[in-house]
């Protein structure tokens, strides 16, 4: 196991230019979570895949965020045209299957300036 | 809008003491999760409970689930510095996709 990973852990960029994020679920994980976490608040849900499908999108994802997971493996979440309020930590979680608890990477800390 | 709330927001003990955090939510859930958080950090799974269980025990953690309440609690005792984090109940509701829904958590700080 060994577990979720995100990369980049940091990413500092000026505002109006795309970032993307990249999240490497537990290997047999089929359920896959994009999270945002802004200072002081607890993560808000993004969306969710089940395996390759993208079954849910929160309100919060605008027409800027795309997420995507191809072949059910890795995800990747892009932000277009990047504004300050996008400044957040962006974290991504997996799990195995409905009830089971859920893996969390460490997360990717966008910056915005 | 956020389902869960935790209370307190924040709590400062010293080593030794219990640290007793709650969280209440608002619909029915599935199981409901607590999280550790380290500044800056990725989140930590502490323990689930499911929602036909009343209690859990991991270490020093008591976890209590009432649902008539809709309430739970984060029992840590004998608290150590190394515990000071951010703790965040996060719940999942009946029939969905089984995201998490965190309220804004409690900042725990233990004093050596």
């Known amino acids: 196991d060994t577990g979720v990973s995100q990369n980049p852990r940091h990413k500092i960029t000026k505002r109006g230019q795309n970032v993307t994020f990249r999240c490497d679920p537990i290997s047999e994980h089929n359920r896959l979570y994009w999270y945002r976490q802004t200072l002081g608040q607890g993560p808000e849900f993004l969306t969710y895949f089940q395996n390759e499908a993208q079954l849910e999108k929160s309100r919060l994802l605008s027409d800027r965020f795309s997420a995507e997971r191809p072949k059910g493996s890795f995800s990747t979440l892009e932000i277009q045209r990047t504004e300050q309020g996008d400044s957040a930590m962006y974290l991504c979680?997996?799990?195995?299957?409905?009830?089971?608890?859920?893996?969390f990477g460490q997360g990717t800390r966008l910056t915005v300036v | 809008s956020q389902q869960g709330e935790e209370d307190p927001q924040a709590l400062s003990i010293q080593e030794g003491e219990n640290a007793t955090m709650n969280c209440s939510y608002k619909?029915?859930?599935?199981?409901l999760q607590w999280y550790r958080q380290n500044s800056g950090r990725g989140l930590v799974h502490l323990i689930l409970i499911r929602s036909n269980e009343r209690e859990k025990h991991s270490g020093r953690l008591r976890v209590t689930l009432d649902t008539s309440k809709k309430s739970s609690s984060l029992l840590i005792t004998a608290s150590r510095a190394a515990d000071t984090a951010s703790y965040f109940c996060?719940?999942?509701?009946?029939?969905?996709?089984?995201?998490?829904?965190f309220g804004a958590g409690t900042r725990l700080a233990v004093h050596p």
């Open positions: 979680a997996s799990s195995p299957e409905v009830g089971a608890r859920d893996f």
């Open positions: 619909t029915s859930i599935n199981n």
């Open positions: 996060a719940t999942t509701l009946m029939g969905g996709y089984n995201k998490l829904i």
